[in-house]
């Protein structure tokens, strides 16, 4: 058997697994949600939830990862105690990879779509109505959907087909410097326009009294499921890169690293956003259209908005192309670790799998228009994203929370030996209390509640 691939950094471990958890979540979902829950309330819980929710879990993926030197199925049976079965939800969780990808290809597809758009001008002269037609017409047409995303699969699988150093970890080093240079130049385009101030003071400055109106249990749940949520946490895709780095430093510091630029992506998308909205009169609550239909109706009002639309299309691209590469070398390396498949077969096999899994999705806004899984308006893409986010990733979760903190498992004192392994940061151990009693209970009321809003509108 081939010796195992290793990243040839530490930068690439950690801008690999940014990548990974930079997505949609961040530049998508984060502004909406932060605008139906009145801007800089949510935004400061948002970030304390990230710190006592998605850290820990994070630093346990990665040490799970390191300490196994596999992927999630494998490393599961590596370490878990001998007689337990752990390890059954090793194939859960790739399966977990295989659903986020059955619908996040086809939203990236998307992006593509309308980046080509956007610089041929084809969207310059949308207005409100022109520009929800608009997407309604790419959401109609199967074929060209079809295209782009396979597209978006491609690109992403002919990427890992150059391996992990020369083609996972290179790409994402570059995609990811790209990412931010153009979100820093949003950014500055952004705080310039005028009457974006209103936008910026929405954002950044705490008013308890909107907070109150919007519902202040609601908020901190919605915060809490964010912060949950967003880092990709669950599925096994931080053990795998985990199982790629060194022993130099310690993962607690890593783990904040990497929480560190997802969250600063995210940030830095309000800041893009909030201000355009407000200075063209456009409501920032405005739900998961906010990217699709109404930015496109900002960019067309706006001075210099065919260059200022596609570089934020290009953006957006670059940050859900990043997750993909970084799930699809997790499902690769899942088939060359436990069934000894090279990493060109497991490619290959994959590319085509994948875009014929992501059809459904697709079709669910046209021919299977019809079909209402969770009710009235939902589509093929809402239970799939249903089934991910609110089972999958926090299931996952709390069974690593699990399985590093009681003897049960893989045992509190192993964890604790292999996340504070080299420099850095060290995992306040005096958080086992936390850890084992009550983060788990947290996990499992973000679960509970995730059915309840699901099931008690049905």
Known sequence: MAERETLASR???????????????????FPYITGQYGGAVFVLIYLVFLVIIGLPVMVMEFSIGRASGKNIAGALRKLEPEGTKWHWYGPVAIAGNYLLMMFYTTI?????????????????????????????SLQAEPVTQFLFMAASVAIGFIICLGGLQK????ASKVMMLLLFAIMFILVINSLLIPGGGEGLRFYLVPDMERAS???????????????????????????????????K?????????????????????????????????????????????????IFAKMSGGRLWGALFFLFMGFAAMTTLIAVFENIIAYWMDNHGWSRKKSVWVNMILIIILSVPCILGYN????FHPLGDGTQVLDLEDFLISSTIMPLGSLLFVIFCSHKCGWNWENFIAEADEGQGIKFPSWLRVYIRWILPVIILVIFLKGYWDIFSKL
């Open 367 to 370: 021919v299977l228009s019809s």
């Open 11 to 29: 930068l690439g471990f950690i801008l690999l697994s940014a990548g990974c958890a930079i997505g949609l979540g961040n530049v998508w979902r």
């Open 167 to 170: 083609g996972v970890e290179k």
């Open 213 to 247: 109106e919007a519902g202040l249990s609601e908020i901190i749940f919605a915060a809490m499921s964010q912060a949950f949520f967003t880092l990709s946490i669950g599925m096994g895709g931080m053990t795998i890169f985990g199982s790629y780095t060194s022993k």
């Open 108 to 136: 990236t597809g998307w992006l593509l779509y309308y980046f080509f758009q956007t610089v041929i001008g084809n969207t310059s002269s949308l207005d409100a109505a022109s520009s929800a037609s608009f997407f309604a």
């Open 249 to 297: 430093q310690s993962l607690t510091g890593e783990a904040i690293r990497v929480i560190a630029l997802d969250t600063s992506v995210a940030l830095m998308a309000g800041l893009i956003i909030f201000p355009a909205c407000f200075a063209y009169g456009v409501n920032p609550g405005s739900g998961p259209g906010l990217l699709f239909v109404t930015l496109p109706n």
